[in-house]
């Protein structure tokens, strides 16, 4: 039995657990109170995605006449002998199989096999063992077709009733839809549901909602509870309700749940807990009709018969210090689906292997940037986490899940902490793989770049967004394409693959902008400094500057007449994404094939030589880029110039060494040769004796596995004490060999 059972509703990822109930039980094992957490999302997959599951399924289809529903129903019997082969083999069991799949005769194929001529190539650089999951990946999605025509039409493997939850100004959809019958994917969630709650007979249940997709789902599981588990109070938050629900007005929400909270779970949790263990039944509110027993941090609620909105405790917020190590346990890190994605590298990272997520800080350590919810407290409100203290956690995971792979979900991890991680990592000599979102900012150098691939660091996602100076100043984002180039280089270089969000549509953006910006993702591609991009429409959310101040960037509502403010007012449930037309009055939209074709086909390195206008079936405006724009970016270098206060740091072995003369002209002095061998080469230098030896030392002291953190003065000033010209030192051709093989300035 426990007090609280943690649940994440269908569905999210097949790959990897969403972290928001590992975070919230993790921070409360450190108040001891004990909590059960569930995927429901995968175990409903587990469910379906088996031998019984797809007999079931192949029971209650209804007939249908599309060619690819046919095709699937007359090899149904092929999809239940194979089914409980395949997704073992996709937890990572069974790895012989590949060899049966790649054969071509152990799947049945429907429709999404039709793409594999088109990708053929793209399997030349694959494995056995990627192209086997790749070509398993196709056979699911075929079933999920399948259900999608003529089971639920709702379905879909991470946005499950997704329109349902999407702009939902309204309940009244949501709320008609849960008076159908439940179901064939209800009924195995439910069952699922009830067998759990009998086993943890907990007094609190809550939901982690983190997307529209989600929320369909975390209702028809509440309805459920509250129909054959009155006593049992019900909370629901997590990323939906933080960004949708701040304007909720609807009462009849509150048939489904006790309780909705906003922004971070922790405090609010802790506080229900107490709620529900210490006060009389919510329902129909204490006798005087107030709930006034206990204290509530934003927290919704009915209260004489009203929603409110409760904020009353004094108690601050956990520090990040303070919340705990996220604890995974429960959940089934052993069953849960790697599926591989290969037309975008991203993505493929995303949905391939089981990650461990974790925050280097709370909230955005930028947060101008005027598309972004940066008035919401999860990205205003910015805390970073001493580097100890995540090595520690991310030690503590890896003995807890057996995985060794990191996810930083950051809105954008902050430089300087990136590096100090990097160097506690390489201290520890800890073994670890790890990706992050970041901002373009110019501090990744090439050595802060170099230092992070040795850690461990294997990809970076971040926002390129529209490709335009005059746009990105508009956006705040604080960048330039620039300067996004020369980043881009440095990561690439280094062995860490680099991802752009790219965007489309931002208000006032022109056709010829449009234009331009692919231009300059193409050039990026080309070059080589980009391996992974992703196009997507410019939406305005509440929470953002564009949508608080509409007016200043050209957006009027979709409802003429009627101000953004009262438009506000009529909203009773959600509230983020919002409709407005831009006065430029460009159709953005028509631009959403031609963008993301030529994306797809930049990302496998093909058709740089296409005129931009091939890509579109409707006349466009040639670029004003220049075909060399990046290129002569990549070549404007700054002069190299050392900070006396940069940090040097030495991530290499220590060398052999030896010493011997050297003579020329009847003179002779003595010379020393150091040899640093690397995983792969060896590196060698010859300096005068007593500057070999003060390398030697030197190097000992700024090495990784030490505390040391020498600054450029201090270096120079030691070097100083018994040696000579110290700067000619540091810029010969001995030194800047060093340089390319570990010998860092951070």
């Not at 540091?730 to 060093?738: D, E, G, H, I, V």
Request: proline residues 4%.
């Amino acid at each position: 039995m426990q007090n609280i059972l943690l649940i994440t509703p269908p569905f999210t990822q097949l790959n990897t657990p969403y972290p928001a109930t590992a975070y919230i039980k993790g921070f409360l094992n450190t108040k001891n109170i004990e909590a059960f957490q569930m995927d429901l999302g995968i175990e409903v997959i587990l469910k379906m995605f088996s031998k019984e599951g797809l007999e079931n399924l192949f029971q209650v289809s209804g007939e249908r006449v599309s060619e690819n529903y046919q095709r699937i129903y007359a090899l149904q019997n092929n999809y239940i002998s194979t089914i409980d082969n395949v997704i073992p083999f996709l937890q990572g069991k069974n790895p012989t199989l590949a060899r049966q799949i790649c054969g071509g005769n152990f799947l049945p194929e429907a429709s999404r096999f039709d793409q594999i001529d088109d990708l053929e190539y793209a399997f030349g650089s694959m494995g056995m063992q990627d192209k086997a999951k790749h070509l398993a990946t196709l056979y699911l999605e075929d079933l999920s077709d399948f259900i999608v025509e003529c089971v639920d039409e709702n379905f879909g493997f991470s946005r499950y009733a997704e329109r349902l939850g999407r702009s939902a100004n309204s309940f009244d959809e949501l709320y008609n839809e849960l008076q159908n019958e439940t179901t064939f994917i209800d009924n195995i969630t439910l069952k699922i549901l009830k067998e759990r709650v009998a086993i943890v007979q907990p007094k609190l249940i809550c939901f982690s909602v983190p997307f529209p997709g989600n929320l369909y789902s975390a209702f028809r599981c509440a309805q459920f509870l509250k129909a054959n588990y009155p006593e049992i109070k019900i909370a629901m938050g997590g990323g939906f309700p933080n960004t949708e629900l701040r304007s909720l007005k609807d009462k009849r929400v509150f048939e489904f749940f006790d309780f909705i909270t906003l922004d971070d779970g922790e405090l609010p949790i802790e506080l229900l807990y107490n709620h529900s263990l210490n006060s009389p039944p919510l329902e129909g509110c204490p006798k005087d009709g107030v709930v006034n027993e206990s204290q509530f941090k934003r927290t919704f609620l009915l209260e004489n018969n009203q929603v409110v909105y409760k904020n009353n405790s004094t108690k601050p917020d956990y520090k990040q210090s303070e919340v705990g190590t996220p604890d995974y346990s429960n959940l089934l890190l052993d069953k849960y689906i790697s599926v591989i994605e290969i037309a975008n590298p991203m993505h493929s990272l995303w949905s391939d292997g089981r990650w461990n997520k974790l925050t280097m800080a709370h909230g955005c350590y930028w947060g101008k940037c005027t598309f972004c919810d940066i008035s919401l407290d999860y990205i205003k409100l910015y805390e970073p986490i001493a580097a100890k203290t995540l090595v520690d956690r991310m030690e503590e995971l890896i003995i807890q899940t057996g995985e060794n792979g990191f996810h930083f979900v950051d809105e954008a991890a902050p430089p300087a902490l990136m590096r100090e991680v990097a160097l506690e990592i390489l201290k520890r000599n800890l073994k670890v793989t790890w990706w992050t979102n970041i901002r373009f900012e110019k501090s990744f150098t090439q050595d802060l770049c170099i230092l992070l691939a040795a850690s461990g660091c294997i990809a970076i996602s971040g926002g390129l967004e529209v490709a335009s100076d005059r746009l990105l100043e508009l956006i705040k984002k604080g960048v330039t394409v620039e300067q996004v180039a020369h980043v881009t280089r440095n990561f690439t270089e280094s062995g860490i693959m680099v991802h752009a969000y790219l965007m489309y549509g931002y208000p006032t953006q022109t056709i010829q902008e449009t234009v331009d910006s692919l231009e300059m993702v193409r050039q990026l591609f080309e070059i080589g400094v980009l391996q992974s991009g992703f196009w997507h429409q410019f939406a305005m959310t509440a929470h953002s500057p564009v949508g608080m101040f509409p007016e200043e960037f050209g957006v009027i509502p979709q409802q003429n007449g009627t101000s953004f403010s009262e438009l506000a007012k009529q909203i009773t449930f959600a509230n983020n994404d919002v409709a407005f037309k831009d006065k430029t009055g460009i159709n953005h939209e028509k631009f959403s094939f031609g963008l993301k074709k030529s994306l797809f086909n930049y990302m496998h390195g093909i058709c740089f030589d296409y005129p931009l206008q091939d890509w579109f079936d409707f006349k466009i405006p040639n670029t004003k880029i220049k075909a060399d724009f990046i290129y002569n970016a990549l070549q404007n270098e700054s002069d190299f110039n050392t900070k006396p206060s940069a940090k040097i740091v030495w991530i290499g072995g220590k060398p052999t060494f030896e010493s011997f003369t050297k003579s020329k002209k009847g003179n002779s002095w003595e010379m020393m040769q150091l040899i640093f061998h690397d995983k792969k080469h060896a590196t060698e230098i010859t300096v005068e004796k007593e500057q070999g030896e003060w390398l030697v030392q030197t190097l000992e002291k700024i090495s990784i596995t030490t505390n040391n953190k020498m600054t450029f003065s201090q270096l120079k000033a030691d070097y100083e004490t018994n040696l000579e010209d110290f700067e000619l030192f540091w810029y010969s051709k001995s030194l800047n060999a060093l340089r390319e093989i570990g010998l860092l300035v951070l």
